[in-house]
């Protein structure tokens, strides 16, 4: 069993998209991105600062992004056009940002690709993940990364489980799939196009384009003495 890029992202919504070229399974592009920034990255800022953000020598940001105050970008960081780098938000070492995204308020992104239009709008914790185009995660989602013993991380599917040799992968959330506020996503789940995982849910594991997984629970009231 194989997990292609092609099944989760449509390459043409990233300017990076030979990261993808020539691995098997999607998330093998994650330890990529750290050589592929060394040799190609420019730094350069052509956006717009209001205040003073943090921003380290190693990071280029395209014409028409607003960073505004309270952000640090440590870098290595490439960040296209017209995003919104928002209040507080922290970029650590490894990121590649497409065109139009949104990275939010108390938001921390690490060693991860998000395609255009995808919004990481508030509280959200990115690591060792991808994030498809207009990929959406609402409030207090957190793509857990590191598995509690420190192993390595399986993906879990409908057939025979795949090693991916990583000790740090959090998930492969696909083209316009949606995350509701305060989910939050176990090492290796992967998300296919327009997948939605409902609020408050804790997933894991491979949820098929198009498909919902909700949380059911059976809520008690009375009266208040």
Known sequence: MTYAPADYLDLEHT????????VTNVWEALPLIASY??????????????GRPFISNAVYIGHGTTIEQGAMIKGPAWI???????AGCYIR???????????????????????????VPHFNYVGDSILGHQAHLGAGVILSNV?????????????????TGLRKFGAVIGDRAEVGCNAVLSPGSLLGREAVIHPCLHWKGVLAAGAFAKLRQQVETSPRN
């Not at 300017?15 to 020539?22: I, V």
């Not at 920034?37 to 052509?46: C, V």
């Not at 296209?80 to 928002?86: F, H, K, P, T, Y």
């Not at 509690?148 to 090693?163: F, N, Q, S």
């Open 93 to 119: 070492e490894n990121v590649i940002v497409g065109n139009d995204a949104v990275l939010g308020n108390s938001c921390e992104f690490k060693n991860c690709i998000v395609f255009d239009g995808a919004q």
């Open 15 to 22: 300017d990076h998209r030979s990261l993808f070229e020539k």
């Open 147 to 163: 598995r509690l013993d420190k192993g390595e991380i399986i993906v879990r599917g409908p057939e025979a489980p795949v090693p």
């Open 37 to 50: 920034l060394q040799f190609r990255l420019k730094p350069a800022i052509h956006g717009k600062q209001i």
């Open 80 to 86: 296209g056009d017209r995003c919104q780098i928002r």
